[in-house]
Each structure stands twice: as structure tokens, then as C-alpha cells.
């Protein structure tokens, strides 16, 4: 079973219909023993960081995001709060990447909202995917380049499109809304 984590962000319906398309089964939900018992969880979502995480510190479930052992896939926001620490709201996040998150300079070609190409791909996620493939992305924010970068992508500067470190892994790109890359790369997740 695959849990997708409910909190208050968006985007969790449109990751569903995805793993359903896919015939995954798969639950939205917030409850510890579901997540700690799925067989991978993902972690979406559209919206704001301060907010988001002041969510999870209310539910303890930002001691639990950290804490598991299956594989997880980050999705926008959700990559983003698993950095360090984000510019939006000035917030302390989950702290699984060594990366910190800041906003677009400058502020009249942001938000960085349609289809992008990767480069520097790497890793699992992107098995069997070619290099030139096209995700679409919608964010006014980015992770900076880390040792945990495992694709680059250049909207006014680089920055981590992709990232992975132990059993985490996490992309800024919509995989859901991505078409046949994006449908293969969340394959890829699923068969970890």
C-alpha cells in the first residue's frame, strides 16, 4: 500500500489519480501506524512553508516524515520542506537535505510555472528516462544545489530540480502532471 500524506496542502488529489491510473493502490492519510506501515509514502503538496510545517509540528508529524524507513517521494512544497530551511515564512523544515530554500530573484518572472528540461540527472528516479525530457513545474521558490542533487534544472539560475539522500527522495516538478516522463519516473518510485 502506498500512503500519501494528508496535511494542509494541495495537489494530493491530482498525486491519487495518478497512482490510481497507474493501478497502485494507494490512502491519503494522516494517521502514524498507515504511514509507518505503508510499503512507500509520498509527501505532495502546493502551498506555503511556515504554514505547512507549523501543521506538522502541531501533529508530531514531522518527527514522524523524518523518522521513516520506506522509500518516500517528496513532491514540490514537499521537497522543499524536507530541506533545512526555507525563505518562505523563514522557517526551520525537516532538515533531510542540507539544502536551504530561497525565493526567485527577481520577482517579476516568478512564479517558474510551465514545462523545463533536467540536466545532470541521475540516480534512481531516473532510470531509463532520457536526459532531454521535459516536467512541468509551478514554484516561486527553489533548493539550492547540494551534495544530495541528483537533477539540475535552470530557471534564472540552477537549482535542485531533483534530490535523494538514504530513503528519501524528492522532486520539485509536478511527476503527476509531467506526462510519459513524469509517469515513469513515479514508476521508478514504485518499483523501489
Not at 527522495?169 to 521508478?188: C, D, I, M, R, Y
Request: glycine share 6%; hydrophobic share 40%; net charge negative.
Amino acid at each position: 500500500m502506498i500512503a500519501i500524506i494528508k496535511y494542509n496542502a494541495g495537489n494530493i488529489a491530482s498525486v491519487k489519480n495518478a497512482l490510481d491510473r497507474l493501478g497502485y493502490p494507494c490512502i491519503v492519510t494522516d494517521c502514524e501506524s498507515d504511514i509507518l506501515n505503508a510499503d512507500k509514502v509520498i509527501f505532495p503538496g502546493v502551498g506555503e512553508a511556515s504554514s505547512a510545517m507549523q501543521y506538522l509540528q502541531k501533529r508530531n508529524m514531522d518527527v514522524l516524515i523524518r523518522s521513516l524507513k520506506q522509500p518516500v517521494l517528496g513532491i514540490c512544497l514537499g521537497q522543499q520542506l524536507m530541506c533545512a530551511h526555507s525563505e518562505e515564512g523563514d522557517v526551520d523544515c525537516l532538515n533531510i537535505f542540507d539544502a536551504r530554500v530561497r525565493k526567485f530573484p527577481p520577482e517579476d518572472i516568478v512564479p517558474h510555472m510551465g514545462w523545463n528540461n533536467l540536466q545532470q540527472t541521475r540516480g534512481q528516479l531516473f532510470s531509463e528516462i532520457r536526459g532531454d525530457e521535459d516536467y512541468y513545474f509551478v514554484h516561486s521558490y527553489y533548493c539550492e544545489l547540494s551534495e544530495e542533487t541528483v537533477a539540475v534544472c535552470d530557471y534564472i539560475l540552477p537549482f535542485s530540480a531533483a534530490m535523494q539522500k538514504d530513503n528519501f527522495n524528492a522532486v520539485q516538478f509536478h511527476p503527476e502532471k509531467s506526462a510519459a516522463s513524469g509517469t515513469k519516473l513515479l514508476l521508478n518510485f514504485l518499483q523501489l
